[in-house]
């Protein structure tokens, strides 16, 4: 126990579930017991049941009676999580997706099925096509066929406001966007997640595809966006379908 106290410090769920099961439970050597992504019998595995908790108790203690409050009443958000007029339906959808999907840059992966308003959870997506499939399901207006990367959804953000519109990072609360562009952002120069509570810097989680996990993960817009902390940030918010 003394050597896994580091574990309490991490940021990263995956780490933290995966750092706990190699040097607390002592199961480097036992991999066919892992099942980081997936139980024996097909259930989520230790990573998306880290981000179901995570999502769950957000930065409480579950030792307090706060925690163990927000962690037995399994029809609340966490307790982080802000209010905003998007934060119902699109958190909703969003985090009912928590570890599924796997990455791929590929618009839309025709493994997602036909049916975009409800997905195969075993198909493909990446950062963009995500948040285009929250957004669908949720009711909102989204390009035809996943028609937009991070570069277009900041363009029209800003611009023409034809599915999002660019807001003050002082208003951005839960179920807003977040998008960071290097450039054009295309590929990897460009990265965009769903915020779970209020903005409040680099500490703010965020709910993605990509990023820190290999499935949909939540994790702090800090460790997410790393990589592209220097490029331009644009915060916008949905806009309903008719």
Same mark, same amino acid.
């Given at each position: 126990?003394? /050597?896994?106290?580091?574990?309490?410090? #991490? %940021?990263?769920?995956?780490?933290?579930?995966?750092?706990?099961?190699?040097?607390? #439970?002592?199961?480097?050597?036992?991999? $066919?017991?892992?099942?980081?992504?997936?139980?024996?019998?097909?259930?989520?595995?230790?990573?998306?049941?880290?981000?179901?908790? !995570?999502?769950?108790? /957000?930065?409480?203690?579950?030792?307090?009676?706060?925690?163990?409050?927000?962690?037995?009443?399994?029809?609340?958000?966490?307790? +982080?999580?802000?209010?905003? #007029? &998007?934060?119902?339906?699109?958190?909703?959808?969003?985090?009912?997706?928590?570890?599924?999907?796997?990455?791929?840059? %590929?618009?839309?992966?025709?493994?997602?099925?036909?049916? !975009?308003?409800?997905? &195969?959870?075993?198909?493909?997506?990446? +950062?963009?096509?995500?948040?285009?499939?929250?957004?669908?399901?949720?009711?909102?207006?989204?390009?035809?066929?996943?028609?937009?990367?991070?570069?277009?959804?900041?363009?029209?953000?800003?611009?023409?406001?034809?599915?999002?519109?660019?807001?003050?990072?002082? $208003?951005?609360?839960?179920?807003?966007?977040?998008?960071?562009?290097?450039? #054009?952002?295309?590929?990897?120069?460009?990265?965009?997640?769903?915020?779970? $509570?209020?903005?409040?810097? &680099?500490?703010?989680?965020?709910?993605?595809?990509? /990023?820190?996990?290999?499935?949909?993960?939540?994790?702090?817009?800090?460790?997410?966006?790393?990589?592209?902390?220097?490029?331009?940030?644009?915060?916008?918010?949905?806009?309903?379908?008719?």
């Amino acid at each position: 126990y003394q /050597g896994a106290k580091h574990i309490f410090k #991490e %940021t990263s769920a995956h780490q933290a579930a995966y750092d706990w099961l190699m040097e607390y #439970e002592g199961m480097r050597n036992n991999p $066919e017991q892992w099942f980081l992504e997936k139980g024996p019998s097909g259930q989520p595995g230790r990573y998306p049941l880290a981000d179901h908790w !995570l999502a769950k108790l /957000g930065d409480t203690d579950p030792g307090t009676s706060d925690g163990l409050a927000t962690a037995s009443d399994d029809t609340t958000g966490s307790s +982080c999580d802000a209010t905003s #007029e &998007n934060d119902g339906d699109i958190l909703k959808t969003a985090k009912g997706w928590l570890g599924y999907f796997y990455y791929v840059q %590929t618009h839309p992966s025709s493994d997602l099925g036909k049916d !975009l308003k409800n997905p &195969n959870k075993s198909g493909g997506t990446d +950062c963009s096509g995500f948040v285009w499939l929250v957004l669908n399901k949720a009711g909102y207006k989204v390009p035809a066929n996943m028609g937009w990367f991070t570069g277009t959804m900041a363009s029209d953000a800003t611009g023409p406001h034809h599915y999002l519109k660019a807001i003050d990072k002082k $208003e951005a609360k839960a179920g807003d966007i977040v998008i960071v562009n290097q450039g #054009e952002g295309s590929g990897n120069n460009g990265h965009t997640a769903i915020l779970t $509570e209020d903005w409040h810097g &680099n500490q703010t989680r965020i709910i993605e595809s990509g /990023g820190t996990g290999k499935s949909i993960n939540i994790a702090q817009f800090g460790t997410a966006f790393s990589s592209l902390l220097s490029g331009e940030t644009t915060f916008a918010r949905a806009i309903k379908a008719k």
